[in-house]
């Protein structure tokens, strides 16, 4: 059975005193809701995770980076590695944000070697990618969104598919107010679990779980979530409000 989860995605926001209110705030309405087959994932910015991490020691959070080099380590300044996210306790990574592709020239190549960094550090993967508005108009959304799949995971094995979890976000979606409908989602994630069974196994595309993300909000969560193919979702802006994370949670 494959886990429904909400994760969010912080991005540049919240300082350590934010920090530890958000987390605190998470956690009270958390532990009044049954979190059965659910999960519960913040993605604070790398100077919060240590914090994180000590707030979140007894709750039902998990904590996860937004990044990672694919290096071990070595002269890369500015950057961090998955051995320092594990050293922290961080067992989570979130690769392929369209803001790391678009900002930061991560490209497929980039996202494979972070991919197998990752996993040879047994870290789990939310791996993020979906199309742009104009890939979109032209009607080549489920092409790009394929070729990012298969560039970007389609050399592993079935076996290093247990830590990876997908999540569609098209572009256009993302902190633009802008939602694709359930429709569009569900259309989407089913064609990505086509995608899946043919290359690996049913199984395997039963058993994975793919989130959606793009402007999910309170109001259009439960909607969202309810399609068949929908498990959850990677939640930005929503993520920084307790309240609304906590109605999103709530939504699953
Ligand atoms: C995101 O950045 O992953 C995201 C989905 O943002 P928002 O919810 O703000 O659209």
Redesign the pocket.
Known sequence: MRKQIVAG?W?MNNDVKETKSLLKNINKGIKKMSLKNKKVIVAPSFTNLNTAISVTKNSKIKVAAQNMNAAKNGAFTGEVSANMLKSLKVKTVILG???RRAYFGENDAVLKEKVDSALAQNMKIIF?FGEELSDRKDNNHFKLVESQIKNGLFHLPESAWKRIVL?Y?PVW????GETASPEQAQEMHAFIRKTLSEQYTPELAENISILY?????PANAKEIFSKADVDG???????LKADDFLAIIAAL
């Open positions: 995605n991005k944000h369209s803001e993020c999540a976000e979606a993302i902190g633009t993300g793009g402007s999910v909000k979702g990677l939640i930005g802006g929503a993520a």
